[in-house]
């Protein structure tokens, strides 16, 4: 017996549409490794009718009081609330994550952010009104860009649906949003949740691969290209928006350093990085995947996080005692257990190095030791349930290590040392610094990095700012 397809579809101007020229791709649960939907494989015409949808719409939109796009936000997050239970079915099906997590982990702060940002759409600051020449006053005007081109990563597809969006429209932009070609359920869901309330084009919605999503960066109608993603693809993406010289915000690739000294309290630490390295298998920029331990402690730790990652369980979305399910796609296994296969002799694999079962793309909680600073596996981002552990002899030392690669996203400092953990939250080169802790996020504080984890912020009054621009004006006093 044949199963039918669920088809997603693209919404463009209000309208639930397949590619012009009827091209799909199939939709894989990773979980399963079976297609379960088809989604739009959508071409030049397909971006061309976004972008027109998206810039009739702007001039409406751009004029909506704070307040009305306030009200429309918060209509949003109340309807995905409602609706919690189809979403999470939704994401745990393109992603294979476990629905009880992603109900209680994921769908709660992507409510709350929109509510941040219906909030900052009425509290945008800049200087005050004055004369800063004689006879003449000047006042500062913060604008939308106009529409924004968005691309979102397949590893926390509605989340980050929300960090590109949200913003953007609370500022009174108008919005073309990507999904990852291998996870679109969730963000055609959202689009047909969002559909009764804003009006027509404001939010749209191409599914597609790639190709699809350079058209839309290259497109002539957008004002400013947002993407999460690889570094390779944020490269990409600026130099595309360089030729007619769009604004850009890039959130690319991580390699968190997690820095533990002699005084940490061992037990909690080991707890706590298992958690935040393995959580949605290790597919995370900020995850807690790069750990730098005291020489004194270091044999400890190692078998004490060895234990906890044999003690931590992988498995199918249904399954209440499982911390992540599959990584996301084939490439993607295969790309984690390349990383073990390659290890230098120097190396030791602690724990886990081998993939799951033999039905979906499962990869086992993996510790490895023993690792050089220019080892590949140190220096490269794995997106996978893979910890590594070096050792350090000091601080200066660790920040070496810390701060030795070309990602600088986020970081956190394990001690009880206050002047210690103020030193190096100083000198860590990263966007964020947690100190005895290591992942959580709230919306009230900004999410970004620095060198190639890209530029711009995520969340917070400084990611709504970028989606906004400043404009000077001077007037005379003399009529």
Same mark, same amino acid.
């Given at each position: 017996?044949?199963?039918?397809?669920?088809?997603?579809?693209?919404?463009?101007?209000?309208?639930?549409?397949?590619?012009?020229?009827?091209?799909?791709? !199939?939709?894989?649960?990773?979980?399963?490794?079976?297609?379960?939907?088809?989604?739009?494989?959508?071409?030049?015409?397909?971006?061309?009718?976004?972008?027109?949808?998206?810039?009739?719409?702007?001039?409406?939109?751009?004029?909506?009081? %704070?307040?009305?796009?306030?009200?429309?936000?918060?209509?949003?997050?109340?309807?995905?609330?409602?609706?919690?239970?189809?979403?999470?079915?939704?994401?745990?099906?393109?992603?294979?994550?476990?629905?009880?997590? #992603?109900?209680?982990?994921?769908?709660?702060?992507?409510?709350?952010?929109?509510?941040?940002?219906?909030?900052?759409?009425?509290?945008?600051?800049?200087?005050?009104?004055?004369?800063?020449?004689?006879?003449? #006053?000047?006042?500062?005007?913060?604008?939308?860009?106009?529409?924004?081109?968005?691309?979102?990563?397949?590893?926390?597809?509605?989340?980050?649906?929300?960090?590109?969006?949200?913003?953007?429209?609370?500022?009174?932009?108008?919005?073309?949003?990507?999904?990852?070609?291998?996870?679109?359920?969730?963000?055609?869901?959202?689009?047909?949740?969002?559909?009764?309330?804003?009006?027509?084009?404001?939010?749209?919605?191409?599914?597609?691969?790639?190709?699809?999503?350079?058209?839309?960066?290259?497109?002539?109608? %957008?004002?400013?290209?947002?993407?999460?993603?690889?570094?390779?693809?944020?490269?990409?993406?600026?130099?595309?928006?360089?030729?007619?010289?769009?604004?850009?915000?890039?959130?690319?690739?991580?390699?968190?350093?997690?820095?533990?000294?002699?005084?940490?309290?061992?037990?909690?630490?080991?707890?706590?990085?298992?958690?935040?390295?393995?959580?949605?298998?290790?597919?995370?920029?900020?995850?807690?995947?790069? *750990?730098?331990?005291?020489?004194?402690?270091?044999?400890?730790?190692?078998?004490?996080?060895?234990?906890?990652?044999?003690?931590?369980?992988?498995?199918?979305?249904?399954? !209440?005692?499982?911390?992540?399910?599959?990584?996301?796609?084939?490439?993607?296994?295969?790309? *984690?257990?390349?990383?073990?296969?390659?290890?230098?002799?120097?190396?030791?694999?602690?724990?886990?190095?081998?993939?799951?079962?033999?039905?979906?793309?499962?990869?086992?909680?993996?510790?490895?030791?023993?690792?050089?600073?220019?080892?590949?596996?140190?220096?490269?981002?794995?997106?996978? %349930?893979?910890?590594?552990?070096?050792?350090? #002899?000091?601080?200066?030392?660790?920040?070496?290590?810390?701060?030795?690669?070309?990602?600088?996203?986020?970081?956190?400092?394990?001690?009880?040392?206050?002047?210690?953990?103020?030193?190096?939250?100083?000198?860590?080169?990263?966007?964020?610094?947690?100190?005895?802790?290591?992942?959580?996020?709230?919306? !009230?504080?900004?999410?970004?990095?620095?060198?190639?984890?890209?530029?711009?912020?995520?969340?917070?009054?400084?990611?709504?700012?970028?989606?906004?621009?400043?404009?000077?004006?001077?007037?005379?006093?003399?009529?």
């Amino acid at each position: 017996m044949t199963t039918e397809l669920r088809r997603l579809r693209n919404y463009i101007g209000g309208e639930f549409k397949d590619a012009a020229d009827g091209r799909t791709t !199939e939709v894989v649960n990773p979980a399963t490794g079976e297609v379960y939907a088809t989604a739009p494989l959508s071409g030049q015409a397909d971006v061309d009718a976004a972008m027109a949808a998206a810039a009739a719409a702007f001039p409406g939109w751009r004029d909506t009081t %704070p307040a009305e796009r306030q009200k429309a936000l918060l209509k949003i997050a109340d309807a995905f609330e409602a609706r919690a239970d189809e979403l999470v079915a939704a994401e745990s099906e393109n992603t294979g994550k476990p629905l009880g997590l #992603t109900a209680s982990e994921e769908l709660p702060p992507m409510v709350d952010q929109i509510r941040f940002f219906a909030g900052a759409a009425r509290l945008l600051e800049g200087r005050s009104a004055g004369e800063y020449m004689d006879g003449m #006053t000047s006042i500062i005007r913060r604008e939308p860009v106009g529409v924004c081109a968005q691309v979102a990563p397949w590893n926390y597809p509605m989340m980050m649906a929300v960090w590109k969006f949200a913003p953007a429209i609370a500022a009174g932009n108008t919005v073309v949003l990507k999904p990852s070609d291998t996870t679109p359920a969730s963000t055609v869901l959202m689009a047909e949740i969002i559909d009764s309330v804003l009006p027509k084009g404001v939010f749209n919605v191409v599914c597609g691969d790639r190709e699809t999503g350079k058209a839309m960066v290259e497109h002539s109608t %957008p004002a400013m290209a947002s993407i999460t993603g690889s570094v390779r693809a944020g490269m990409q993406v600026a130099e595309s928006a360089s030729k007619d010289v769009k604004r850009v915000h890039l959130e690319l690739g991580g390699k968190a350093p997690v820095v533990v000294f002699e005084d940490a309290d061992i037990a909690k630490a080991v707890e706590d990085i298992a958690v935040a390295g393995y959580f949605n298998a290790g597919q995370d920029c900020t995850a807690a995947t790069r *750990v730098l331990v005291h020489e004194s402690i270091h044999d400890e730790f190692v078998t004490a996080l060895a234990k906890a990652a044999a003690d931590t369980k992988t498995g199918q979305p249904d399954d !209440e005692d499982v911390l992540y399910g599959p990584l996301n796609n084939p490439n993607q296994l295969k790309q *984690v257990a390349g990383f073990i296969e390659r290890l230098p002799a120097h190396a030791k694999v602690e724990a886990g190095g081998h993939r799951v079962g033999d039905k979906g793309y499962f990869y086992a909680p993996t510790v490895v030791s023993g690792l050089k600073q220019d080892d590949e596996i140190i220096q490269n981002e794995v997106f996978g %349930p893979v910890i590594t552990v070096q050792s350090f #002899t000091d601080e200066a030392q660790a920040l070496e290590y810390a701060n030795g690669v070309e990602f600088a996203l986020a970081s956190s400092v394990w001690t009880k040392d206050h002047g210690r953990a103020m030193r190096m939250s100083k000198n860590l080169d990263f966007g964020c610094v947690w100190i005895n802790t290591h992942i959580p996020l709230v919306a !009230e504080m900004p999410h970004g990095g620095f060198k190639k984890s890209g530029y711009g912020k995520d969340l917070s009054a400084y990611g709504f700012e970028d989606y906004t621009r400043i404009k000077h004006v001077m007037t005379s006093l003399d009529g």
